[in-house]
């Protein structure tokens, strides 16, 4: 069943989406090579629950740990470890929050450079995916359209899109219905409504789409070991149109850009 939310609910929303925000801003200095996973991850709850919060993932169905810190081939439910970062590497880093009884959940990938060109593209690329498909979270389109743009945009460019993987609601729970896949036909799924709120997060290979789950129960992989990229955001439907509750700025701020 898809739960609409009222603007009052989409505003608590925004406020855990926000604090997921300030808390991969307060990481991103962080992210370099050198740096421990594990620690980041002891960082990261500090800094959700002296704010107010309580990390999403931690205990979520047995899930170890406040981040999924997923590294190069990894593409998602990395479990932060002790190995460190290193120059070279592409770092997704995944965080969710609930604050008043409302989840956010989203995610950005870090590059460590210096990262190979076509590495950076593959990121690049990932970015513009998710843009392009909260492009078409309308009312009078479908969760479809959604995917369709995603999954368009990634193989144009030369890249696939994992399917064993998608995106979902969010509300009073981390995982709500619909599911919203990064792939698939126009006109297709469920119609895009006023007071839907969706996590978006194209999930993008550099090699082929497939993936396969490590002995930890948790962590995903390419299975042609090449790169993955990943990045979420958590948006409403507002008066027909998407708003994006969740912001890179501060990640941007932290790194002194303006923009991936």
């Not at 999403?56 to 170890?64: A, E, L, Q, T």
């Not at 190995?83 to 990938?109: L, M, Q, R, W």
């Not at 999954?151 to 009073?172: C, D, I, P, Y």
């Amino acid at each position: 069943m898809i739960y609409l939310k009222t603007k009052e609910e989409i505003e608590l929303i925004r406020e855990a989406a926000l604090l997921v925000s300030k808390t991969l801003g307060y990481l991103a200095p962080m992210v370099k090579a050198g740096a421990i996973p594990k620690q980041l991850d002891k960082l990261a709850e500090e800094f959700i629950r002296d704010n107010g919060g309580i990390p999403g993932f931690k205990g979520y169905n047995g899930y170890p740990a406040t981040l999924c810190i997923s590294v190069n081939e990894v593409v998602v439910h990395g479990i932060p470890g002790n190995t460190p970062f290193k120059e070279g590497d592409i770092v997704s880093i995944d965080c969710g929050v609930k604050k008043n009884g409302f989840y956010g959940d989203h995610a950005y990938t870090f590059m460590i450079d210096p990262v190979k060109p076509e590495i950076k593209k593959l990121v690049q690329v990932t970015y513009e995916c998710l843009m392009l498909g909260i492009e078409q979270a309308v009312v009078g389109n479908r969760i479809g359209d959604i995917g369709h743009a995603i999954q368009t945009h990634a193989e144009e460019n030369g890249f696939s899109v994992v399917r064993a993987l998608v995106g979902h609601g969010l509300g009073k729970n981390l995982h709500e219905e619909p599911e919203v896949p990064n792939f698939g036909h126009p006109g297709n799924g469920y119609p895009i409504k006023n007071g839907m709120v969706l996590a978006i997060e194209p999930m993008i290979n550099f090699g082929k789409y497939k993936v396969q789950q490590l002995s930890d129960g948790w962590t995903i992989v390419t299975s042609d070991k090449k790169p993955s990229a990943h990045f979420e955001h958590d948006i409403a439907i507002i008066d027909g149109k998407p708003e994006i509750l969740s912001t890179f700025d501060y990640i941007h701020q932290a790194l002194k850009v303006n923009s991936l």
